[in-house]
């Protein structure tokens, strides 16, 4: 039963999910180095000095911040219920999902981004009911607010997603809160150059001066060929889900329905993105991954068990091979 992934029960997808955050704690203990910062967006060269400094520190630490990743995302899912069936195959799928996008030269950089997007996601995606939860849409808003200081190429996914929040949702009292969460991360950063003897208004244009600097060079050397057949699987499996969601759309609540259009948009959005922006990098292919793995479990459950076997162990073996 533990590779029939749709039907995994919570100890099958923490155990899966605990087996490969180990492996990518171990992999980047032992793998090579960490790759100089090039977005230049403000903590990103603090991360990165972080993980030149002190890389057993920073490899251990990969091991809880995968698993709370993991956890964040797919606990809104369970919540939400955008599944045609109840599954906590996202814990699983997760897992699998990150590792396969996390290890690299950038690996404690990618978790970060990993980290937030899985919060945004995680959080936003219980606002979607009949009554919004203030303290959930306001820390997902403050989550996606801080990702420009983590990776410049994520600034059109932080200022699309609030608009279309609040298109969504369009109070006063909503939208107030959605403007205020994304304006903390930045002011709060803006605020700490300022007490450090530096200019509030530089630091501030700092970051979107920095936007229009190439990663070309950065996402070419993410891309390798097993990074690109795993994301080919991931593509794959995606579209399968997104097909068979249009099958089983009208068994769903209203609230599910929003929720699989959003997370269909952002992922147009991202390739899109990734493809003619020239500040593409590869926060834009974690977000994309994290976003796609959301949408999986519906492909799984609508398959027989042994077509999901073959399928889950495709994705295991795909995901393994960004190793080699």
Not at 265 to 273: A, I, K, N, P
Request: charged share 10%; with cysteine.
């Amino acid at each position: 039963m533990i590779f029939d992934v749709a039907r995994h029960k919570f100890s099958e997808g923490l155990l899966t999910l605990v087996i490969f955050a180990l492996i990518a704690s171990v992999a980047v203990l032992v793998g090579g180095d960490v790759s100089p910062v090039v977005g230049g967006a403000p903590i990103r060269g603090f991360i990165d000095n972080l993980a030149v400094g002190y890389p057993v520190a920073s490899a251990i630490a990969l091991f809880p911040l995968l698993i709370y990743a993991g956890l964040r995302l797919a606990r809104s899912t369970v919540r939400v219920g955008i599944y045609s069936a109840s599954s906590l195959g996202v814990v699983a799928l997760g897992a699998v999902a990150m590792f396969g996008c996390v290890v690299s030269t950038n690996y404690l950089y990618l978790t970060v981004v990993a980290l937030l997007v899985s919060e945004v996601l995680g959080r936003l995606l219980y606002c979607f009911g009949a009554n919004v939860r203030v303290g959930y849409l306001f820390t997902a808003m403050l989550a996606l607010g801080a990702m420009p200081l983590v990776d410049n190429a994520l600034i059109p996914l932080a200022l699309a997603l609030p608009l279309i929040v609040m298109l969504l949702r369009g109070t006063l009292r909503e939208v107030i809160i959605i403007l205020v969460g994304l304006a903390v991360p930045t002011l709060l950063y803006c605020y700490i150059v300022w007490l450090v003897g530096g200019d509030f208004d530089t630091a501030f244009w700092s970051i979107w001066n920095t936007s229009l600097l190439s990663q070309h060079e950065a996402i070419v050397a993410y891309l390798t060929l097993p990074r690109l057949i795993f994301l080919g699987v991931i593509l794959f499996f995606d579209i399968c889900s997104i097909i068979s969601y249009f099958r089983v759309r009208v068994t769903l609540l209203d609230s599910a329905r929003i929720v699989w259009r959003l997370l269909i948009f952002l992922q147009v959005m991202l390739v899109v993105l990734l493809v003619l922006m020239p500040i593409s990098s590869p926060a834009l292919v974690v977000a994309l991954m994290l976003m796609m793995v959301i949408v999986l479990p519906q492909f799984f459950i609508g398959v027989s068990v042994p077509i999901a076997t073959i399928a889950y162990l495709s994705f295991v073996c795909a995901s393994l091979s960004v190793l080699f």
